[in-house]
């Protein structure tokens, strides 16, 4: 990495944990693109037009406005633009780097982290796009749940801890980033797991449903058959820890029009939505939920003690499912759902097994987290 370069990980990091040295992340876009999707805590000067055109005058009107004592990362679409403003603001006496590939860079992102609360869990959270996986080991065997499309990820934490992995599974066909589940799965030669209501025309995959387990080393992954985001959707039960997947984040729970969109199928998918967190709901106090998604909550890693967050105030749509309030509780996913992932149609296509991935295949999933009901 070149001394004018920061790398988009390291970025990350640095706004990840509080002991880090501070960076203030600068922001070049247009204005319209940042507001769509953006790094957390950046700070936009919508230049990037007058930058392509090695136009300064912008950038230079809004020096006074940058930190002279900290590190500036500036960040654009793909590193270009954001390269020419680190130069320039270096000819000016800052301490400024480009961050290389820009968002795109942002985008690939994951961190690993080790869940305290739920023994045998590590969580590997994709902070670009809000996306989260999991390893659930015990002893030296390993069993991946909902990896992205990023697969060295996995395989480098497997053997930075010595895990073998022996199986892959997706909680739900997922429709907001490309799975990388049967690829991992394939190069290791070890069973891919899916419900069978979410497999679409994929081959190789062995079938769960609810009630059955998934061995991991002496302990289990328990299925529970949780449907309503997607007809297919499971929550993984591994002792305490409960990997809700797509069912229940910590603040919403998994939007249920991305299959049909007409008001009678989400209607429909809600009241089903709303059964599974029933379900759910009636596990312990104790059990640590651990989502499949996040949108914009700082804490890491993402778990609560269902207990907890049954007594919080942040899930609307969970205090309707405990209040047992199902009408209000479909009622307010109808009225209040948010524009639906980018490209989801063809990054569902890709993971039914009826298109291939392209080329472009990355790009396809950039941008803001849209899973969640409201």
């Given amino acids: 990495m070149s001394n004018t370069d920061i790398d988009a990980s390291e970025v990350a990091r640095r706004i990840a944990e509080d002991d880090a040295e501070d960076v ?212 993984f039960r591994f002792d305490d820890a409960l990997l809700s997947g797509d069912t229940l984040f910590l603040r919403s729970v998994g939007r249920p029009d991305l299959e049909d969109g007409s008001e009678e199928a989400v209607r429909e998918a809600s009241s089903r939505l709303f059964d599974s967190l029933t379900t759910l709901t009636d596990l312990s106090d104790e059990t640590v939920v651990l989502p499949g998604h996040f949108s914009d909550e700082e804490v890491r890693p993402l778990a609560t003690a269902l207990g907890d967050l049954q007594a919080e105030t942040t899930n609307e749509l969970l205090s309707y499912v405990e209040d047992g309030d199902e009408e209000t509780f479909v009622e307010t996913i109808v009225e209040s759902l948010s524009d639906e992932p980018a490209n989801y149609n063809e990054i569902k296509q890709i993971n039914w097994g009826k298109e291939q991935p392209s080329g472009d295949v990355e790009t396809l999933e950039l941008g803001p987290n849209n899973c969640a009901a409201n």
């Fill in 24 to 235: 203030f992340v600068l922001d070049v876009r247009n204005e319209e693109d940042y507001e769509e999707w953006q790094i957390p805590g950046s700070t936009n000067v919508p230049i990037y037009d007058e930058l392509l055109q090695y136009d300064y005058s912008g950038l230079e009107d809004n020096l006074d406005d940058l930190p002279e004592e900290e590190e500036i990362a500036v960040v654009c679409v793909g590193g270009v633009t954001s390269a020419r403003a680190a130069d320039f603001l270096r000819e000016h006496g800052f301490d400024a780097k480009s961050i290389p590939d820009g968002m795109n860079a942002w985008g690939r992102v994951h961190r690993e982290y080790d869940v305290g609360s739920a023994d045998g869990i590590t969580q590997i959270v994709r902070p670009g796009t809000g996306c989260v996986s999991y390893l659930a080991h015990d002893g030296d065997k390993a069993v991946v749940v909902d990896p992205t499309q990023y697969i060295d990820q996995y395989l480098n934490v497997a053997d930075d801890n010595d895990l073998d992995i022996i199986g892959v599974a997706d909680t739900h066909a997922h429709a907001d980033h490309v799975s990388g589940a049967r690829r991992l799965a394939g190069e290791l030669d070890v069973p891919y797991y899916l419900h069978s209501e979410d497999a679409g025309e994929l081959d190789e995959v062995t079938e769960i449903k609810d009630g059955d387990s998934i061995a991991v080393g002496d302990r289990a992954l328990d299925v529970l058959h949780t449907p309503g985001h997607t007809p297919g959707s499971v929550s």
